[in-house]
């Protein structure tokens, strides 16, 4: 299965992850696994990005998730037309909040064309919005870029979006790819905002100790069920369970035993489970404790009803998510890709077999 999936085809996903990737993995979706009894919430999470031979609806990706005890998620923006995106289905849809941002590897890119600025005013007015409950994904990117005016970019756009979710009382979900260090230093030179989520948390122990002694919040992606993942195990240990918050980044990082293939919310019961094991606790003591912290970070899913008319997948043209927008936005990522090669949004350390 190596043929590259025309992207028109994939309407109306705003991404591809086959397209960015044209990788061999198994594209079909695995299996449900057996419901938890104890719901939990996927905190980070890409909706808008297809994958798979067959890409799921976003409302077909929540119905398997609801089916197996995952309440809720948090939909990620990575751009600005993800971020508009991720909003929209925010304000319809009870089962969705939204994180909006410009992603570390999108800024260097915005810096060079003049246009960072005016996107990051496009993220402060989303921040506004409804059932928008976090600046994310923000933060550094040294895998992705070298040092210099990318890094720079980075750097500036990470303390812009550290101020807007300041400035809204917003969480903030942090991407942290090779950078640790700065990521930190940055957060104590400017202040972190009062919740803090490193976003599919990539450190040891050493930095779990620095997320405990601030109060900031690590979210275990699936890479924690990986066998070569012993470092994120560790770290894991050393977290103070109320600062533990579990999430897919689907369709990337699918948990263990279906690595490689496409992720959806609904497998986070295997990366739970790989952590009660680990932790020797019982999962729904865990599941609790995971849905209770993951409350105190964004709110309640119903806190803020759900008002706004439409489906922004098949809605009118004003509707961000209308299926003539997003199969050119789709198009469009097909050509960036093929420019710059994988986007590759998901953070380290590299697992071989991954991408
Ligand atoms: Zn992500």
Same mark, same amino acid.
């Given at each position: 299965?190596?043929?590259?999936?025309?992207?028109?085809?994939?309407?109306?996903?705003?991404?591809?992850?086959?397209?960015?990737?044209?990788?061999?993995?198994?594209?079909?979706?695995?299996?449900?696994?057996?419901?938890?009894?104890?719901?939990?919430?996927?905190?980070?999470?890409?909706?808008?990005?297809?994958?798979?031979?067959?890409?799921?609806?976003?409302?077909?990706?929540?119905?398997?998730?609801?089916?197996?005890?995952?309440?809720?998620?948090?939909?990620?923006?990575?751009?600005?037309?993800?971020?508009?995106?991720?909003?929209? $289905?925010? &304000?319809? /849809?009870?089962? *969705?909040?939204?994180?909006?941002?410009?992603?570390?590897?999108? +800024?260097?890119? %915005? @810096? =060079?064309?003049?246009?960072?600025?005016?996107?990051?005013?496009?993220?402060?007015?989303?921040?506004?919005?409804?059932?928008?409950?976090?600046?994310?994904?923000?933060?550094?990117?040294?895998?992705?870029?070298?040092?210099?005016?990318?890094?720079?970019?980075?750097?500036?756009?990470?303390?812009?979006?550290?101020?807007?979710?300041?400035?809204?009382?917003?969480?903030?979900?942090?991407?942290?790819?090779?950078?640790?260090?700065?990521?930190?230093?940055?957060?104590?030179? $400017?202040? &972190?905002? /009062?919740?803090? *989520?490193?976003?599919?948390?990539?450190?040891?122990?050493?930095? +779990?100790?620095? %997320? @405990? =002694?601030?109060?900031?919040?690590?979210?275990?992606?699936?890479?924690?069920?990986?066998?070569?993942?012993?470092?994120?195990?560790?770290?894991?240990?050393?977290?103070?369970?109320?600062?533990?918050?579990?999430?897919?980044?689907?369709?990337?990082?699918?948990?263990?035993?279906?690595?490689?293939?496409?992720?959806?919310?609904?497998?986070?019961?295997?990366?739970?489970?790989?952590?009660?094991?680990?932790?020797?606790?019982?999962?729904?003591?865990?599941?609790?404790?995971?849905?209770?912290?993951? /409350?105190?970070?964004?709110?309640?899913?119903?806190?803020?009803?759900?008002?706004?008319?439409?489906?922004?997948?098949?809605?009118?043209?004003?509707?961000?998510?209308?299926?003539?927008?997003?199969?050119?936005?789709?198009?469009?990522?097909?050509?960036?890709?093929?420019?710059?090669?994988?986007?590759?949004?998901?953070?380290?350390?590299?697992?071989?077999?991954?991408?």
């Amino acid at each position: 299965m190596t043929e590259q999936l025309d992207p028109a085809a994939l309407d109306p996903h705003v991404r591809a992850r086959a397209i960015m990737e044209g990788t061999t993995r198994d594209l079909s979706y695995p299996p449900s696994p057996e419901a938890l009894t104890v719901p939990v919430y996927d905190n980070h999470t890409h909706l808008e990005i297809a994958d798979g031979e067959n890409p799921l609806h976003y409302r077909e990706h929540l119905d398997r998730a609801s089916a197996v005890g995952v309440r809720g998620v948090v939909q990620v923006g990575t751009d600005v037309l993800t971020s508009r995106w991720s909003a929209a $289905v925010a &304000a319809r /849809e009870p089962r *969705v909040l939204a994180a909006v941002a410009l992603h570390p590897n999108e +800024a260097p890119e %915005l @810096a =060079e064309s003049g246009e960072l600025d005016a996107a990051l005013a496009v993220i402060d007015e989303l921040a506004a919005q409804p059932r928008v409950v976090a600046i994310g994904e923000t933060g550094l990117d040294y895998f992705r870029t070298e040092p210099g005016r990318g890094r720079d970019a980075q750097l500036a756009a990470f303390e812009a979006h550290i101020a807007i979710a300041k400035k809204h009382g917003l969480a903030l979900q942090i991407h942290d790819r090779d950078a640790h260090d700065d990521i930190v230093a940055t957060l104590l030179r $400017v202040g &972190a905002p /009062e919740r803090t *989520v490193f976003h599919c948390f990539s450190g040891d122990a050493e930095l +779990a100790r620095v %997320l @405990a =002694e601030n109060g900031w919040y690590a979210s275990f992606a699936g890479t924690v069920t990986f066998k070569n993942a012993a470092n994120l195990r560790e770290a894991l240990e050393v977290m103070p369970r109320q600062l533990v918050l579990v999430e897919t980044d689907a369709p990337f990082l699918t948990p263990h035993p279906f690595r490689g293939r496409p992720n959806g919310p609904y497998l986070m019961p295997h990366t739970v489970r790989a952590m009660a094991d680990h932790l020797g606790t019982d999962v729904p003591t865990l599941c609790a404790l995971i849905a209770s912290n993951t /409350e105190q970070v964004y709110g309640t899913w119903d806190a803020q009803q759900v008002t706004a008319p439409g489906d922004p997948w098949a809605g009118p043209d004003e509707v961000p998510g209308s299926p003539s927008e997003l199969a050119a936005a789709a198009q469009a990522a097909a050509v960036d890709a093929a420019d710059a090669g994988s986007p590759d949004h998901h953070p380290g350390p590299d697992y071989p077999g991954e991408r």
